[in-house]
């Protein structure tokens, strides 16, 4: 059989693999999400519109399982189910008083409150989704009564109302800060904060990245929870309060109307996963990633030293792309090359003592490489770009017109590998010496140092690149997934699949610490690029 064919039947079989692999890994991953997360209703009715109690322990919810929308309440311990309203009229948008006394609701164009077993139901205001102040004093509220929804609050014991948004903007579902003195909004699809006054008021997500609807904040004041539609459909959303680190919390299958638990610890949710609506709790991620650089330019191609102390990384903060190395401990940056060419891609090799990186200071894409304090740079003979550092550091990979160029920095001999199609670009050097992988059409590849078949990774039904190794021999890369660009992981047979982000708009530029369980990336969700590191 010839080698064209064996290569060929290789890639198949590759892809197959592959295949089978992310099949199992969404089947896992559903798994593992069941696990995490709480179903609390399961009736062929839909369940909607949740609240969880300030004690924990109640949830109360929409449902029509008696033929029209009641306000129901859920005993958590033992699953006890009662009906409050008991009313032909339609009823929404239940909220629990603060000291958990009261549920503030709305029927039929008006805000209803009820004592918590449902006596007492009368009418306080016409509108709708009330939201109650953390002193229980007031209820914000949307109201159409000037022909265009806007936003006003109630003074429950005068009966006192006022307009905060002005007249003409359509603005609906307030929802008060934990320390009174803001409320968040929604504004056609986008969500606004402003002073529980009115005035000084934001938008948290610029432009149409996203369509968002039902905030909810978190009870420690920091962050904010929301329905956002983006890439494969409804999900829950979590961003800080000035709206930077947004970030995907469920898998995207139809779940909408978030609350938070008294303690921060858990979320309830509705969620279409089952076929109708039902009522989910599942846990808060603890962390969204600590920001490493601050700073208005272009921070990328970030590359950890082995020590794990000092990350490299090129930023155009000096008015042209530069390689600087900031220290974690310190924060302190160091501009190492200073040079009015375009300066990028740095590669800490392996044993600490140098740096590899791209410049066109020559007038043509070059490799060269400088000692970890930036003195004594060398030039690598020949047109390259994107280095990778060999396990000893002892040889270098890079690309040349698109190919491959493997050289020895003890003699300055290269030899070219030629990976079938061309295009290759970002090659990386697995920790064993025994791989190459990069990327190219979108896809991702592996091939041995010393040449020979080409063996895929991806399958392309996704945009893939920029792969880098984990220390454990998994390849993490770039990957267009349906929701921004996320880092995810897999193993060199194409198994285990894992996603390490989760947060739009794109995270690129994967690099591991030793350990492999710190991973430092670049990513611009907060506008520019900017550094970011996360356990995994």
Known sequence: MSIPLVAGLIGIVAVIVFALAALGFYTRLKRDRAAATWRLTSDRAQDTQPDISPDGQQVVFVSNRNGHKDIWLLRIKGSVLK????????????????????????????????????????????????????????????????????????????????????????????????????????????????????????????????????????????????????????????????????????????????????????????????????????????????????????????????????????????????????????????????????????????????????????????????????????????????????????????VSKTRLLVVHLSDGSARELSPSGGSAEWPAWSPDGASIAFSARSRVFLVSPRGGPVRPLTDGSHAAGHPTWRPDGSIAFECDCGWGTQIVTMRPDGSDLRFLTNSLPRNVSPSFSKDGFRLFFATNRDGNFELYEIYN
């Open 83 to 398: 009906s409050l309203t008991h009313e032909q009229g339609e009823n929404d948008a239940p909220a629990w008083s603060p000291d958990g006394r009261e549920i503030a609701f709305q029927r039929d164009g008006n805000i209803f409150l009820m004592s918590a077993d449902g006596s007492g139901q009368h009418a306080v205001a016409y509108g709708a989704r009330p939201g109650w102040s953390p002193d229980g004093q007031r209820l914000a509220f949307q109201s159409t009564r000037d022909s265009v929804s806007g936003i006003y609050v109630l003074d429950l014991a005068s009966g006192n109302e006022r307009r905060l948004t002005a007249p003409g903007i359509p603005c609906s579902e307030p929802a008060w800060s934990p320390d009174g003195k803001k409320i968040v909004h929604s504004r056609e699809s986008h969500l606004f904060v402003m002073d529980s006054g009115g005035g000084n008021v934001q938008q948290l997500i610029p432009g149409a990245m996203l369509a968002t609807a039902a905030p909810a904040w978190s009870p420690d004041g920091k962050r904010i929870a929301f329905t956002g539609n983006f890439g494969r459909g409804r999900a829950i959303f979590l961003m800080n309060v000035d709206g930077t680190e947004i970030t995907r919390i469920t898998d995207g299958e139809g779940e909408s109307e978030v609350a938070f638990s008294r303690d921060g610890q858990r979320i309830v949710f509705e969620s279409t996963a089952p076929g109708n609506s039902d009522i989910f709790s599942g846990p808060v991620p603890r962390m969204l990633g600590r920001r490493l650089t601050f700073h208005a330019a272009e921070d990328q191609s970030p590359s950890l030293s082995p020590t794990g102390g000092q990350i490299a990384f090129s930023s155009n903060r000096a008015g042209q792309p530069d390689i600087f190395v900031q220290d974690l401990g310190t924060g302190q940056v160091q501009n190492l090359t200073n040079n009015p060419a375009d300066d990028e891609h740095p590669a800490w090799s392996p044993d600490g003592t140098r740096i590899a990186f791209d410049s066109n200071r020559t007038g043509r894409k070059q490799v060269f490489v400088m000692k970890a304090n930036g003195s004594d740079t060398v030039e690598i003979p020949g047109e390259a770009s994107e280095p990778s550092w060999s396990p000893d550091s002892a040889d270098l990979v890079a």
